[in-house]
């Protein structure tokens, strides 16, 4: 598994040591999360903490990452799937998280040069929390 990831890093050529740089921030701000490739569309991502969810258009239940990082054309994606008191983390906090774009889940950058390392790390470590007591509704079925 670890051998997959590497090569997922190596693959992302000029992008290698960003993605290295996030992955370090994610796995520091949210230790004990199981990490492996997930697929996404034609590509992969990286998936950290990964819980039952059934999506609305699914039939049956999957698992899928609490976190997941993506590299894109021309930023970073990393995705943070906690709903807390009805809002996504990301989305309610974007004005925190420095010079990014935000969805409700997603949280997009060039460069973590340009993300307040802290807020961002803050959000992880709450979205783990949240998540391990139960209180993350974004994997409620």
Partial sequence: MD???EAWFSAAGDREAE???VDA???AAAPGLDRRLVSAGSGQMLGYGFMPYEPRSAKVA???PLIALAAQKRHLSLYVCAVVDGEYLPE???DRLG???CGKSCIRFPSLDRVDAGELSALLRDAAA???EGG???FAT
Avoid: H
């Fill in 99 to 101: 010079r990014v774009s």
């Fill in 136 to 138: 993350n509704a974004y």
């Fill in 3 to 5: 051998d997959d990831v």
């Fill in 62 to 64: 999957t698992t899928w």
């Fill in 92 to 94: 309610a906090r974007a």
């Fill in 25 to 27: 921030l994610v796995t």
């Fill in 19 to 21: 993605l290295r740089r």
């Fill in 130 to 132: 949240v998540t391990r």
